[in-house]
């Protein structure tokens, strides 16, 4: 009789020069059983290299690195060995949460803050948050990565854009069946993983002009919403600021909902309010709950957009505006970081258009009359 | 099973390194996820040796900056930081803040006292 198969061991590499936090790490990852630490680098370069040989579930990654730095590995990985990384640093707290999303905005999955000079007594707890953010990041199926995939896309959007004026046949962003409408007053983006980058190309291709409000709902960790503002905000035209209660909507502006708590919309003038989340809500900000508000308020006034994501969040309030009347759209598969909430949406029938993210945008305008 | 809080995997030259050996992955724990698991007492105190060889490694590019021979002030912030990160998981604040400002002001900032601080933990 044969020994039973061992069961599989989700299999980590470490990224960090220090080599006391690679130990730590390593010895944090491997108190649960289901994961082995297969390979450590010292420096961005040696971490491209090992995580093409060694193909792991998961890298937990530095971002202050010598030779090559973590912003510039994640790139390099996420473009030629999609793996899943998750970051822990010193540097994304506070005023260097630019930092944090630079990392998510290539390609990173999740990003974690290193313990601080009086943290030691919490060492435990931290470990327990690298494992529990681990789990989740090593399940997450990722693609070849946004940021060097976005460049040639690009091109290729160019190079098509040519060909339909060429092509009167052929659908293009611009002039598929979805016809422009009168009367829009919202634009809604819910996002997720991922999603920082998202919105950045998408928001990036948004005329300073724009007449309609825009309003993004994306997950993100208590304390990280201003960092997402204000990055946002140097990056693109429209000013980009943090939904306040009480507050309207104003149009050619992005409000971000804040942490904490769901931002729904109230009324038709699209005052919006902060509400507590509901028992055992998984994420704070919902995108369901700001998505159902709209339809109930504004119905065929707004448009929904569901970007990149892993769960299901958005799915249903996507359905909720597409019931009442709204155009909704949502990020398609290749060009998704995770293609979980766009395709939960879509099972659902809750999306009038399935598009790359280099698409979402130009289509936006085309609805709004503005092609 | 032996708690080993030496790795097998973790080199000696901390180089990049590939699949370690076959029981590289029964060693260490930090709570009761594993039976014979060491405590994060006695990880620490393995991580301080680990901490001291850092130290000895970075040492004299600091100190040489103190000395008026400052070679690449990015390396020497890159040290600071890798320090300061590296004294928090060791229970060591004050070098941790010492490294931190330094990190944020390598000409500026408090490099005689981190030097000096660090002496005590260089073999």
Same mark, same amino acid.
């Given at each position: 009789?044969?020994?039973?198969?061992?069961?599989?061991?989700?299999?980590?590499?470490?990224?960090?020069?220090?080599?006391?936090?690679?130990?730590?790490?390593?010895?944090?990852?491997?108190?649960?059983?289901?994961?082995?630490?297969?390979?450590?680098?010292?420096?961005?370069?040696?971490?491209?290299?090992?995580?093409?040989?060694?193909?792991?579930?998961?890298?937990?990654?530095?971002?202050?690195?010598?030779?090559?730095?973590?912003?510039?590995?994640?790139?390099?990985?996420?473009?030629?060995?999609?793996?899943?990384?998750?970051?822990?640093?010193?540097?994304?707290?506070?005023?260097?949460?630019?930092?944090?999303?630079?990392?998510?905005?290539?390609?990173?999955?999740?990003?974690?803050?290193?313990?601080?000079?009086?943290?030691?007594?919490?060492?435990?707890?931290?470990?327990?948050?690298?494992?529990?953010?681990?789990?989740?990041?090593?399940?997450?199926?990722?693609?070849?990565?946004?940021?060097?995939?976005?460049?040639?896309?690009?091109?290729?959007?160019?190079?098509?854009?040519?060909?339909?004026?060429?092509?009167?046949?052929?659908?293009?962003?611009?002039?598929?069946?979805?016809?422009? &409408?009168?009367?829009? &007053?919202?634009?809604?983006?819910?996002?997720?993983?991922?999603?920082?980058?998202?919105?950045?190309?998408?928001?990036?291709?948004?005329?300073?002009?724009?007449?309609?409000?825009?309003?993004?709902?994306?997950?993100?960790?208590?304390?990280?919403?201003?960092?997402?503002?204000?990055?946002?905000?140097?990056?693109?035209?429209?000013?980009?600021?943090?939904?306040?209660?009480?507050?309207?909507?104003?149009?050619?502006?992005?409000?971000?909902?804040?942490?904490?708590?769901?931002?729904?919309?109230?009324?038709?003038?699209?005052?919006?309010?902060?509400?507590?989340?509901?028992?055992?809500?998984?994420?704070?900000?919902?995108?369901?709950?700001?998505?159902?508000?709209?339809?109930?308020?504004?119905?065929?006034?707004?448009?929904?957009?569901?970007?990149?994501?892993?769960?299901?969040?958005?799915?249903?309030?996507?359905?909720?505006?597409?019931?009442?009347?709204?155009?909704?759209?949502?990020?398609?598969?290749?060009?998704?970081?995770?293609?979980?909430?766009?395709?939960?949406?879509?099972?659902?029938?809750?999306?009038?258009?399935?598009?790359?993210?280099?698409?979402?945008?130009?289509?936006?305008?085309?609805?709004?009359?503005?092609? | 099973?032996?708690?080993?809080?030496?790795?097998?995997?973790?080199?000696?030259?901390?180089?990049?390194?590939?699949?370690?050996?076959?029981?590289?992955?029964?060693?260490?724990?930090?709570?009761?996820?594993?039976?014979?698991?060491?405590?994060?007492?006695?990880?620490?105190?393995?991580?301080?040796?680990?901490?001291?060889?850092?130290?000895?490694?970075?040492?004299?590019?600091?100190?040489?900056?103190? !000395?008026?021979?400052?070679?690449?002030?990015? !390396?020497?912030?890159? !040290?600071?930081?890798?320090?300061?990160?590296?004294?928090?998981?060791?229970?060591?604040?004050?070098?941790?803040?010492?490294?931190?400002?330094?990190?944020?002001?390598?000409?500026?900032?408090?490099?005689?006292?981190?030097? !000096?601080?660090?002496?005590?933990?260089?073999?």
């Amino acid at each position: 009789m044969t020994a039973p198969e061992p069961p599989s061991r989700t299999e980590i590499v470490v990224v960090d020069d220090s080599p006391v936090q690679r130990r730590f790490v390593r010895a944090a990852v491997e108190a649960d059983p289901e994961f082995v630490v297969v390979g450590e680098a010292r420096n961005g370069k040696e971490a491209v290299a090992l995580v093409a040989r060694l193909r792991p579930a998961a890298v937990l990654m530095d971002l202050d690195l010598p030779v090559m730095s973590g912003i510039e590995a994640i790139e390099r990985i996420m473009a030629a060995s999609p793996t899943p990384i998750l970051v822990y640093s010193a540097h994304v707290n506070g005023e260097q949460t630019a930092n944090a999303l630079e990392a998510l905005a290539a390609g990173a999955v999740d990003v974690l803050a290193k313990p601080g000079p009086g943290d030691s007594d919490s060492l435990e707890d931290y470990a327990k948050q690298l494992r529990k953010r681990l789990k989740v990041a090593a399940r997450i199926r990722v693609i070849t990565h946004p940021r060097g995939k976005l460049r040639s896309n690009s091109l290729a959007m160019a190079a098509r854009a040519e060909t339909r004026s060429e092509s009167p046949g052929s659908t293009s962003a611009t002039t598929f069946d979805i016809e422009p &409408k009168t009367g829009i &007053k919202l634009i809604a983006i819910g996002a997720s993983t991922g999603g920082p980058q998202a919105l950045h190309t998408l928001l990036s291709a948004l005329p300073d002009d724009l007449e309609q409000a825009v309003l993004v709902v994306q997950h993100m960790a208590e304390g990280f919403i201003p960092g997402l503002v204000s990055w946002l905000d140097s990056l693109v035209k429209l000013p980009v600021v943090v939904g306040v209660n009480g507050h309207r909507l104003a149009p050619g502006t992005v409000t971000v909902a804040p942490s904490g708590s769901n931002l729904i919309v109230q009324d038709t003038r699209m005052r919006v309010a902060c509400v507590p989340p509901e028992a055992g809500q998984f994420h704070v900000p919902g995108i369901d709950q700001c998505f159902t508000s709209i339809a109930n308020r504004l119905g065929p006034d707004a448009v929904g957009v569901l970007l990149t994501g892993m769960g299901r969040d958005g799915a249903a309030g996507l359905k909720a505006m597409r019931d009442r009347g709204a155009t909704t759209l949502g990020q398609d598969e290749a060009s998704s970081t995770v293609y979980g909430m766009p395709q939960a949406a879509f099972v659902l029938d809750a999306v009038d258009k399935q598009l790359p993210i280099g698409e979402i945008a130009p289509t936006l305008l085309g609805l709004v009359g503005r092609s | 099973m032996t708690a080993s809080l030496k790795h097998p995997g973790e080199p000696d030259d901390n180089t990049a390194t590939g699949p370690p050996g076959p029981d590289s992955t029964s060693g260490v724990s930090m709570e009761a996820s594993r039976a014979d698991a060491p405590s994060l007492a006695a990880l620490q105190a393995s991580l301080r040796e680990t901490f001291g060889a850092d130290v000895a490694a970075r040492l004299p590019r600091l100190q040489a900056l103190l !000395d008026g021979k400052p070679g690449d002030l990015e !390396d020497v912030r890159r !040290d600071a930081h890798t320090l300061a990160s590296s004294a928090c998981i060791v229970a060591e604040p004050e070098i941790a803040q010492l490294a931190q400002q330094v990190e944020l002001d390598v000409t500026g900032g408090p490099l005689a006292a981190l030097v !000096d601080a660090l002496r005590g933990f260089a073999p």
